[in-house]
Nanobody, 122 residues
Framework: QVQLVESGGGLVQPGASLRLSCAAS????????VAWFRQASGQEREFVSG???????VYTDSVKGRFTISRDNAKNTVYLQMDRLRPEDTAVYYC????????????????WGQGTQVTVSS
């Protein structure tokens, strides 16, 4: 079974950047889609971005132009580069995998990491 571990979160000021990493073991991430979700306090888990097995990329509207998802197959790692962060980006960020295509619904993904906290505050 695949295990996912997120890292790279932290406390930053508005306008700053962070790069989140999702490192996999047990299976090759390249064989499946990988998605990033986030969950703010008291809110539902929200789709952020995903990359399909074939390399197709999807972003939710609120992060287009600011976030970039990428995959390094040699390192079996997926990244989420987050630029020009806003307070509303504050959430626990999770990576997930399972299907070969990207879905915006969290129920489509069978495997999840433990999450990494991103806090954007002045």
């Amino acid at each position: 079974q695949v295990q996912l571990v997120e890292s790279g979160g932290g406390l930053v000021q508005p306008g700053a950047s962070l790069r989140l990493s999702c490192a996999a073991s047990g299976s090759a991430l390249s064989a499946n889609a990988v998605a990033w979700f986030r969950q703010a306090s008291g809110q539902e888990r929200e789709f952020v971005s995903g990359i399909s097995r074939g390399g197709g990329i999807v972003y939710t509207d609120s992060v287009k132009g600011r976030f970039t998802i990428s995959r390094d197959n040699a390192k079996n790692t997926v990244y989420l580069q987050m630029d020009r962060l806003r307070p509303e980006d504050t959430a626990v960020y999770y990576c997930a995998t399972g299907p070969i295509s990207v879905f915006r619904t969290h129920g489509a993904y069978a495997y999840w990491g433990q999450g990494t906290q991103v806090t954007v505050s002045s």
